[in-house]
């Protein structure tokens, strides 16, 4: 399938390349990437992601040339979908999609749907971008420093800073092969985790002050509201990454980050550590995502939502985990 991929890429001409909503390190990074060595074998691209781009994301290169509407009526030989498991996540580039007769699927999400023609789903892989550096070899194409800074912060970003049980063997060469390219490892870590506004640690401080832990401290929850936000004058954009407080919790097996949206809508992240699997726990609610790190959405006001996922959640943990 990587050949067949590599050829499609290098045989065609015009490509449309899209990720997930509500993007991530190796969301922006995958999409860079594959942007940046197309444009480097003379393709047109138009690289688009429905959300804003994250602040501590926008230092990548190429991510400033992603845009947020599909220009004119442009007719596509190939999309590519990128870290995405279900076309819905994709947004309003879903009605374009329609129309391209050729989609290319690149995912590592356990729960990925298959729904291109071409479908290449890893979920051994620690991020999208470390099947598209092997995409790229097969092509094969060198890789540029900027493509390289965009490769390297998606495994970055997407391992936990080579952290979580995907930081395999394969993934820290690529991340020390990217190095080699002229990467600076303390050039990007200051850009991702030093970048922080005191309105975003001000959010964090009421954030951390809502910390809950059930099931004897197996379970440890956090919550945003949107009177938080407004409080601080942030937006849900400064809360990536909090899930992150309770999860390193010593005795915590879930974590669970609550975050309310606008829309009567609560955004669910999930972690863990261990055998909980949150990418099943996501899955009864329509979500998805990976062993120790998964997401949903669900409806209902922010106090009802945590109430009966906390339930579910302290129940899944009982039974599913011993
Ligand atoms: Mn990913």
Redesign the pocket.
Known sequence: MIAAIARELRNNERFLLTTHVNP????IG?LGALSLVLEDLGKKVVAYCQDEIPGFLRFLPYSDRIVREIPGRDRFDVAVVL?CGELDRIGNANEVLRHVEKIIHI???SSSDDFGQLNLVLPGC????EILYEIFQAIPASLSLEAAENIYT?IL??TGSFRFANTTARALDIAAEMVGLGVAPDKIASEVYDSMSPERLRLLALSLNTLTLRASGRLATMQVSRRMLEETETTVMDTDGFVNYPRGINTAEMAIFFREMDSGKVNVSLRSRGRVNVAEFARNYDGGGHHNAAAFRAEGSLTEVVEKILAAAEEFIAGGSQ
């Open positions: 991530d390190g190796d969301a995958s870290d995912d590592h999400h620690s991020s999208t971008a998606a970003t997407d």
